[in-house]
């Protein structure tokens, strides 16, 4: 499990140039990220997956960009006549989303050209290198459904907290219920995850739009996982989660919302971390969850579903990661007997483009 949070650490961790590549190599097509605020030009990405920057800080001695989880990695930038300070990556980036900040001198900001999102325990900027494959997270004009946030009761941890609700299109306009999805966050990011970084509720509209999925619910909440420090993985347990999400959670939402609170209709998957929280849990409390989705977050041996009544054990990762263990896994779970999936994302590692195809992977093979 220490390797799972080391991987957490530096397996996005991009290098990047002090100076522009030259012009035949790198093609000018540059236009803003997707992840900009309104107006913001600045950062770029161009058709290859590079990747340009630029920081207004004509008083700044050093200007940095750092790219990863955790900030690791990066380089410094190069100060312009204009007082600014630019650079490009020093080749293409993975395709999909990444975290990154700015170190300016000795202090870290956030790049006041991007939106943010909780990473690394923090608000980080964000930048989007399009995915030849986005179609199925995009934005379309489709029947959207509704990610509402809730505030429940949680005498374990002497709070309140809160979780975020995702109700498909047609949810409300009849009393049928639904089937629920909990889907768990990494280390580092807290419940706004799947649905920003992950657009989870884009990745459902369109499946239901398109006749690929029965629609279900998806409950998002903070999985306790930022207290746990590098080195210590190996003593997680998950028991003060696992108290919230079975005893106060789940209960909150069946009282809450149309589902249909059983076994078969019940589902938990998580990436990274929220993956190790899951394994953990499914195998401690088999009576709760009839379908695990593990996504860059371990795998499953024979052994741990034994008189679990598991329906489907969904294993992932990207192609940069463990894609080998985990087609082993799935195949040693099917040779026992389990109805167990393996799937690879090409060309990613641990990172959301990894995790919003698994999404886009197990949903239709959810309540099934």
């Known amino acids: 499990m220490n390797q799972l949070l080391q991987i957490s650490a530096c397996a996005v961790t991009l290098l990047l140039s002090t100076s522009f ?11 803003p990220s997707t992840k900009n605020h309104p107006g913001k030009e600045y950062p770029m990405v161009n058709s290859q997956g590079y990747a340009r920057f630029k920081v207004d800080a004509p008083e700044a001695k050093s200007v940095t960009v750092t790219l990863g989880l955790g900030g690791s990695g990066g380089t410094k930038l190069e100060k312009q006549a204009d007082g600014s300070w630019m650079g490009t990556t020093a080749g293409p980036m993975d395709e999909g989303f990444h975290y990154y900040h700015l170190i300016v001198d000795d202090g870290t900001f956030n790049d006041p050209g991007t939106l943010n999102y909780f990473g690394s ?20 004009d489709v029947p959207h459904g509704n990610v509402q946030q809730v505030l429940f009761n949680s005498p374990s941890t002497g709070t309140h907290q809160r979780a975020f609700v995702y109700t498909p299109p047609e949810y409300g306009k009849s009393n049928k219920k639904y089937p629920v999805l909990y889907l768990q966050h990494g280390w580092g990011e807290d419940e706004t995850a799947w649905s920003s970084q992950g657009h989870a509720n884009l ?42 999400l079975i005893d106060e959670l789940i209960p909150y939402i069946d009282a809450n919302f149309n589902t249909i609170p059983d076994k078969d209709h019940r589902a938990m998957a998580g990436l990274s971390m929220g993956g190790v929280e899951t394994k953990l849990i499914t195998t401690r409390r088999p009576e709760v969850f009839g379908y695990y989705g593990l996504l860059s977050g371990g795998t499953y041996a024979p052994e741990d579903l034994k008189d679990s009544g598991v329906k489907l054990a969904f294993i992932s990762c990207g192609s940069k990661e463990n894609p080998e263990g985990v087609t082993a896994a ?15 994302s ?18 239709p093979m959810l309540f099934k």
Not at 21 to 31: L, P, S, T
Request: glycine share 6%; charged share 25%.
């Open 346 to 363: 090409p060309g990613t590692a641990h990172e959301f483009l990894t995790w919003r195809r698994s999404l886009y992977q197990l949903a």
């Open 121 to 140: 325990c923090r608000w980080e900027s964000g930048i989007e290198i399009p995915a030849h494959d986005r179609d199925f997270y995009a934005l379309k």
């Open 21 to 31: 590549m030259a012009q035949g190599q790198v093609k000018e097509d540059f236009v």
């Open 330 to 344: 799935a195949k040693a779970l099917k040779d026992a007997g389990y109805n167990a999936v393996s799937y690879v």
């Open 203 to 244: 990745i459902m509209d369109n499946l239901i739009a398109e006749g690929k999925i029965d629609p279900f619910i998806i409950v998002m909440t903070y999985g306790l996982t930022n207290n746990v420090k590098f080195g210590t993985i190996d003593s997680f347990d998950a028991k003060e989660f696992e108290k919230l």
